[in-house]
């Protein structure tokens, strides 16, 4: 039948309809270039983003080479400061080699299409982040995935495939719960398996590890020769973009076929700039990390959450997407800012605030944080 007097959106209206209905319709909000409120919803957990070296590294690169990289890095946008923080990134994870990437989004892509493929099997934990999880529907290849943090379940994907290759992929620090992911476990049956191991370190780079090196070598598996890593510059580490550490045959292998580093234009150098000196930054004040975690345990003591926290990420379970909406409105009404998380983001039930802590949070910003989430957690209940 015809449709010429239908708009081919209006199926949108419905659409928010619903999403309304269900408490999940999300808006944006423009912060101030200087927050009135406590800041306890950001991913700059080391405080980086406005440290004055790490601003004069990202206007130093600026006035050097320009607003943006000018083209693709194969074509004109790769310059001697990209590959000095891909040099400065390999050797304080203790990988081989890094390339850097315009955003962990794509280095995360990038690297899970370019490793598997049509003919190749890719086990995902369930609750791996956004872009790990377009990368399988990217790759092409049998996508098995698996309860979270259920080793037994990959060792079975694995051991029972009929795929000659093999990737898992995992964080190393879960983004929603700040869980930690098995690392030693998954690599031993990946290793038993003849699978590589993928691990995204955006939560776990500059918080776990000595000094900020991350959960791999916390755990003693840096450098390994079956295991990429991949992360991001916009947390830890305050700037914009992201990276893929692993083997050299594998950063050549990325250069040759990773779609979304051969097609998109490099990483601006003001970022790059800024990424490396919060880097250098970070080298020079490691204990910046053990910063993040005792002021980390602080908020879960605040929030009563029971288990101690392993990361920089505090959740506190509402259930409720509205529930959880109105406790994080009536936080930043009383000058604290935190994080809501609600479906798709997490599990359906599980709508929650998520509070990250900074290495560089006062105590009497952590009394003011206390004041205020005493009185609306007790309002939610």
């Not at 700039?273 to 053990?290: E, I, K, M, N, Y």
Request: with cysteine.
């Amino acid at each position: 039948m015809p449709r010429t007097g239908l708009s081919p959106l209006a199926w949108l209206a419905d659409v928010e309809t619903q999403r309304r209905a269900q408490g999940l319709r999300r808006s944006l909000r423009v912060r101030p270039p200087v927050g009135t409120e406590l800041d306890l919803a950001s991913n700059d957990y080391l405080g980086l983003s406005q440290h004055p070296a790490v601003l004069e590294g990202g206007v130093e690169a600026l006035r050097t080479w320009g607003a943006g990289a000018g083209g693709s890095r194969l074509v004109t946008g790769n310059t001697e400061l990209h590959e000095e923080l891909e040099a400065a990134l390999a050797a304080f994870t203790g990988a081989e080699s890094a390339l850097v990437f315009s955003s962990g989004y794509t280095a995360n892509i990038g690297a899970v299409v370019a490793l598997t493929g049509p003919g190749a099997l890719l086990v995902s934990d369930a609750l791996t982040h956004a872009s790990l999880v377009d990368a399988c529907r990217l790759s092409r290849a049998r996508v098995a995935v698996t309860p979270h943090l259920d080793i037994a379940a990959v060792d079975a994907a694995l051991s029972g495939r009929a795929e000659e290759r093999a990737v898992v992929v995992t964080e190393s620090v879960f983004s929603t719960d700040g869980a930690l992911a098995p690392l030693r476990d998954l690599h031993e049956v990946c290793r038993r398996n003849g699978a590589l191991l993928v691990v995204d370190e955006a939560h776990g780079l500059g918080v776990r590890g000595a000094g900020g090196q991350g959960l791999l070598h916390e755990v003693g598996l840096a450098g390994a020769p079956d295991i990429v890593m991949t992360t991001t510059l916009s947390k830890s580490l305050g700037s914009q973009g992201g990276a893929v550490l692993g083997p050299a045959a594998v950063r050549a292998h990325l250069i040759d076929a990773a779609r979304t580093f051969i097609f998109d234009t490099g990483l601006a150098p003001a970022a790059v700039g800024a990424a490396l000196a919060a880097l250098r930054v970070l080298v020079d004040q490691p204990q910046l990390a053990a910063a993040v975690l005792a002021r980390a345990a602080e908020l879960a003591r605040i929030c009563d959450v029971a288990e101690e926290p392993t990361s920089a990420v505090v959740s506190v379970i509402l259930g409720d997407p509205e529930v959880a909406v109105a406790a994080a409105a009536a936080c930043l009404e009383r000058g604290v800012r935190v994080g809501c998380f609600r479906p798709p983001s997490v599990p359906a039930g599980t709508s929650r605030l998520r509070l990250t802590a900074r290495a560089a949070l006062t105590d009497d910003e952590i009394a003011l944080a206390a004041r205020v989430l005493a009185e609306v957690l007790g309002l939610a209940q």
